[in-house]
Structure formats: structure tokens, C-alpha cells
DNA sequence: TGTCTTATCGTTAACGTTACCGAACATTGT
DNA sequence: ACAATGTTCGGTAACGTTAACGATAAGACA
């Protein structure tokens, strides 16, 4: 009934040609819909393929095809404020490492977030090379849709990674949906207090008008705690800069005057008001919702400061896109759409099972 | 300085060859360490090797190879009660697609978690054809214990998935850490009321004294919460019963005299819970802590009913497993320990963007 | 009829690695 | 001295697929 040791031989081109009394030659271009075929023997051979259920050996054919597939990364730099581009970087290098060993050639370019020059200097050099795709995470929006075109004309496929904008890449976008993730905020804030409760959302970011998406999330936030109707006091402060030392003025001028149950940081900028929390141990804390899984934001999770961290793992993005970039050019599939991004909910208890 | 379009050509067993002069089949013995090479060769193959950093092309190895690898997997087989092992399988699957152009065969064999005799049956079916890994979830111990020694003597690389079991397997353990999944719903719960709150753990499972492991999990919980110094009361009830209607019948006797704050249900029958408090909406319904992403569960929680799901990826166990055996066998890599799996938490608001 | 094109198909050399078969030479035993 | 054995190595077929190159035959045009 079972236990079938013969060596079950794989069922291969050879076979096809032998049923359908043609030469792997034909069968071969069948398979990849090239031309010299006529539409009998097409169909006879297909007919073959489908019945026997024909697999092909990806090892086989990633041995034959001369893999010259040359990828493009173009994503912004890690600052010292900003960690969060170095996790995204982290599964980049890591989806790089995979790939490599199959004849995959990846470079990365960084560009500088607060200059445009720098974006379009490695989007020219991107162009320039024969890249066969580019793996994009937009910021400046304008200068992305006219690189993108550029790339379009070029037959250079597209992917874009962390934001979606308007002008579609050729291959879709990889990354949090924003709405969702500030629903999930309010979320949790629901558990966390009752009726009346004060709210305060931080938005801390040096260049505020490039994060206009950061609305997105609190507008998720907002209208999952309005729909609630408990009656919560709900503010927003802006605070422009990067420095520990400017938020911490900002932090201390306005929670006088609002002294908030929950606290939320609409970025991964939330190990500042840790910090916050942390030096100004005379001033009650509130419960801290935050996000990204960066060194700095484990650690005052870890410290039972920062309450909750929700994690879109932007390491996953580069190293999905990659790996999609992969099945695309060499396995040949051809997946229509992306599936969103898992949202992750992070606390003291489960931090260090976290990234796999 | 960069934009180097000459096909890098890799380096190979053939350049190696060339460099240290001698033919491949030499190379090829250094590199897989067989015997038939002198010393002094041997030496010189191998700082050649090192030098020019050559990573073999897995493609054509895989190719060249035959590969004869066949992997049995044995399981419980879902029931209509416990839909756990259905997500087990479906990761297992994903897994036999995955690697099955790469010329590995997976048989599955489930069995009846109730009776001894059918795990007995497939083990030997296991042992009596010649497999050369095994991918166990244990249930019956001592059974189990004995069927890997067994293994062991016939050189079955063996691996366990879902809980762990005293005698080691030869490749170690995928699985959830019991004791922190207790201490996250501990630590769920302790946002979710104050001092003084009546805190109810709820066992339901027909054969309780198979799972002992989920006194594991309950102590997790316990110390957690006790180590707060809040002055919870907590009860613990088992159900040993599998139909809605007992638990129902118990549910009712019980939460008369005890009504409580919060609900935590141990394992993935939390629906049964879900449902009970659907139908009785004239009783106050507690905040509701349960297990894993089952589509029952999932539907209670969708409805608001059930609180917090915690979800230890049944599905990516099984599915490591294979990953795992993949890398041992083709790749040759040795990878010395698993990462334990992540611990996840889903909510009303993230359950859509889960499993991917 | 002869030449030229086109459509269709077979043949074959790669791709990088593995493993088997012997060749060449050295060593041992008688 | 000769055969038998052992050590070290080169040569080569095979794995399944791809794509370039030819071969053949049929039709088009003069």
C-alpha cells in the first residue's frame, strides 16, 4: 500500500518527449511559450505536461539559465535617530544572503531622507546600469513617480517597499497598511483605560511635512476611540525635532497642562519619551503605545515603561520583496498580489521571542 | 567604482581545480572529505579554497545528487473538537510543496490521540520503510521515547514539533515556550483590570490527564500575576469534556457562584467559551483570553466576544520542521539550535492580517 | 524548375557538482 | 623478480533544463 522504495524517478522533460513522440527541443519550447511550435503539437505536449502533473526541477533550470538577474535597493540611510531603516536594511541583507549562492546580484543604494539630490543621484545611477528590477522605499513622492516611469520605459521592473504612492510600480507594494495600524492602537488603548480617559498623541519627527502619512494612523486611531463613545479627551502635539533634549523641553511644557492616561507615539521615535519617563520618575506615567521593534524601544519595553510596541516588521519588507523578486524572475511565478503585512503587537512578556 | 556588468563568472570547483592544479574529482574529494588524497594536496586544495572564499553552487549539487531523502512526518489527525492539528498539517503541506521539486518526499501518518495503538501502528510503519528523518509530535510519552531510541539505531534523524519530551530527539525541538505563553496572558490580563479582580482559568479537554503540560502554561499565568501583589482571585476549573452542551452545563454551575473579571482559557478551546457567552447574553460577559488562530476562535473574536488570542504559529512548526531537514540534508548546513517560536497576540483589529 | 523564405523540429553543448572507473605509481609479500 | 595490493589521482558520464544551431520540408515567387 505504501512504502514504494523504487526510486521514484522524477517525471522531466525527457519523459514529455517520449509520450508525445517530439524532442526535448520542442517540449522546451512549449514550456516557455517560445515560438517554432505548431499548435498541434503544442497542444499534444500540453495536454502531456497536464496530465502527468509535470514539475519542473528549479534546480535544473537555475543551473542552465545564465542568472544575471541584477537587483537594485534604493532606500533611505540610517541616522542616529532613526533606526528604523537599519531593521529594514537587516532583512535586505538577509534576503541578499539567500539569494546570492542562486546568482542573484543585488546592490544597495542609500540615500539621504532630508536631501533630494542624494535620492536622485542614486536613482540616475540605478538607471544607468541594466538593473533587471529596483526595490524602492519612497519618500520624496514626486521625484520616486518620475524615476519610476523612467524605470517603466526601461522594462525595469518595480517594487515598492514601506509606503505605497500613487504612480503603481509594475509589482506592487510591500508594506503596513497605516489605517489598520492605528486602529490597532486605539485598540489596545480601549483595554487600557475607561470612560473620560486623557489622550495624547506625539508625532515626533525632524521634517514633519515629508510624514504626511503619519496622519493616516491617527486618524485610525481617532475614529476607533470615537466610535467607542466613552468620551475620551484626545490631543495632538507636533514636536519637530530629533534631539532628546528638545522633545524633552516640549514633553514638559504641555504634559503641565495635560497630564495624559495614554500616551501614544504615532513612530518608532517612542524610546525618547521612554527616556522621558525614565529621567522625570516624579511625573506619573502613562501607558505608552509605540512602535518598531528597535534596540532602543525593547529596552524601555523591557524596563515596563513602554507598554506596547506594534511592530509591521519592516525587516520582513526588503527581504519579501527580494524573495518575490526571486520567485518572479527564476521560479516564474507569477503572484498577482502581495498579502498585507502582519501586524504585530509587542510587550514586556513576549519581546524576546520576537524576530525569527 | 561600480556597475560591473562583465558576468561575474562564480568561482567554482573548476577554478579551483586550475589554481591548484590538480583535476576536480580531486577538488570534489577535499570538499566532501573523502578519502584518496594525500596530505599535501588536501592542504593545498583547501587554502585555495579559503582564499578565493568558494561557496558551492547548491543548484548543481542538488542536481547532481540524488536525492533519495524521504521524511515521515507523524501527527494527531484533526478532529471535529480540536481543529489545532488542522493548522499543524496545513504548515506541513506548505512545507511537501515547497520542497517537493527539490526531490524531497514527505509522507504524513496521523493518528488517533486517544488511542495508544494507532501511534504504535505508524511508528512502525515508520521504522519498517527506510526514511531518513522523522518529524514527531508527541503525545503518549513513553510510546514515543521508545520509538526514538529506536531511530536513533537505525540512523533516523529525528525532530519534534509542539511539545518536548525528556528523551532528546537527534535534532532538537519547534516549539511554543508553555511557561511564557502563561506569563503573556498573565500579562494581558494585568492590563486589563485592577486590584481585587476574580480571574477564572478554564481547562477543557476530554483525557485532561494527556496534557499535563497545560499546568505549564497555568503557572506561567499564577506567577505572573501573583508576583503583581494586586490580591487577584484566581480559580482554576477543569472540564474534561469536549461537546458544547457539558461545558455548558458546567460553565453555568460554575460562574453562579464565582463570576469573573477575567476569563482564561488554557488552549485553543476558547470558542466553545465564546459561544457560551453569545447564547447567554444576560450574563456579564468577562474579558476572554484563549489560544491559538483557529477559524472558530477567530470568529468569537471577530464578534468582540473574545478578547486576546495568543498564538504560537502552529502552523510554521510543522513547517520549520521540513525547512530544517531541507537545510540539514541538501544544504549541509548545521544549524546547531532553533529559535524558539514567536508568541503572538491577535486581536479584533490585526486577526485579517495575520498568517502569511 | 530552381531559388528563397518560412515554419517546424531535432541535436547538442553548456551550467557546476558528484561519484564511479581505472590509470599510474609505489609498496609489500613471496 | 614477480605478482598482489594500496595510494593517489585524472577522466568522464550523469543530473534536468535551456538555448543556440542546423536540418528538413513545405510553400512563395521568379
Not at 96 to 115: M, W
Request: proline fraction near 3%; include cysteine.
Amino acid at each position: 500500500m505504501m512504502s514504494d522504495d523504487k526510486e521514484k524517478k522524477r517525471f522531466g522533460i525527457k519523459d514529455i518527449a517520449k509520450l508525445a513522440d517530439v524532442s526535448i527541443g520542442t517540449v522546451d519550447r512549449v514550456l516557455n511559450n517560445r515560438k517554432d511550435v505548431s499548435e498541434a503539437t503544442r497542444k499534444k505536449v500540453k495536454d502531456i505536461i497536464k496530465e502527468n502533473n509535470y514539475q519542473p526541477n528549479l534546480y535544473a533550470r537555475s543551473l542552465s539559465v545564465k542568472n544575471n538577474i541584477k537587483i537594485s535597493v534604493i532606500i533611505p540611510k540610517t541616522s542616529l535617530q532613526t533606526g528604523y531603516w537599519q531593521l529594514c536594511l537587516d532583512g535586505i541583507n538577509k534576503g541578499i544572503q539567500e539569494l546570492e549562492p542562486f546568482g542573484i546580484q543585488t546592490e544597495v543604494f542609500l540615500y539621504d531622507q532630508e536631501d533630494v539630490h542624494t535620492f536622485l543621484e542614486v536613482s540616475e545611477k540605478t538607471i544607468k546600469s541594466n538593473f533587471n528590477a529596483v526595490v524602492i522605499a519612497p519618500i520624496f513622492i514626486k521625484e520616486t513617480e518620475a524615476f519610476v516611469k523612467k524605470c517603466h520605459r526601461k522594462k525595469l521592473q518595480t517594487i515598492y517597499i514601506n509606503s505605497d504612492i500613487p504612480t503603481k510600480s509594475t509589482l506592487g507594494y510591500i508594506g503596513p497598511n497605516l489605517n489598520s495600524t492605528g486602529r490597532l492602537a486605539g485598540n489596545l488603548t480601549s483595554y487600557l483605560v475607561g470612560t473620560n480617559a486623557k489622550i495624547l498623541i506625539l508625532n515626533i519627527a525632524k521634517g514633519l511635512e515629508n510624514y504626511k502619512y503619519l496622519d493616516t494612523k491617527i486618524e485610525g486611531y481617532r475614529t476607533y476611540l470615537n466610535d467607542l463613545d466613552r468620551n475620551f479627551r484626545i490631543e495632538v502635539i507636533d514636536i519637530p525635532y530629533n534631539e532628546y533634549e528638545e522633545v524633552e523641553k516640549e514633553l514638559l511644557s504641555n504634559i503641565e497642562k495635560f497630564t495624559p492616561d495614554v500616551l501614544f507615539v504615532t513612530n518608532s521615535r517612542v524610546s525618547v519619551v521612554g527616556r522621558f519617563f525614565h529621567d522625570h520618575q516624579e511625573i506619573k506615567k502613562p501607558y505608552i503605545i509605540g512602535f518598531d521593534f528597535l534596540e532602543a524601544n525593547v529596552d524601555y519595553l523591557s524596563k515596563g515603561i513602554v507598554d506596547f510596541l506594534i511592530c509591521q516588521r519592516p525587516d520582513k519588507q526588503g527581504y519579501f520583496a527580494l524573495n518575490y523578486l526571486y520567485r518572479f524572475f527564476l521560479l516564474k511565478e507569477n503572484v498577482t498580489n502581495f498579502k498585507p503585512m502582519p501586524i504585530d503587537i509587542i510587550t514586556i512578556e513576549n519581546y524576546m521571542f520576537y524576530e525569527n
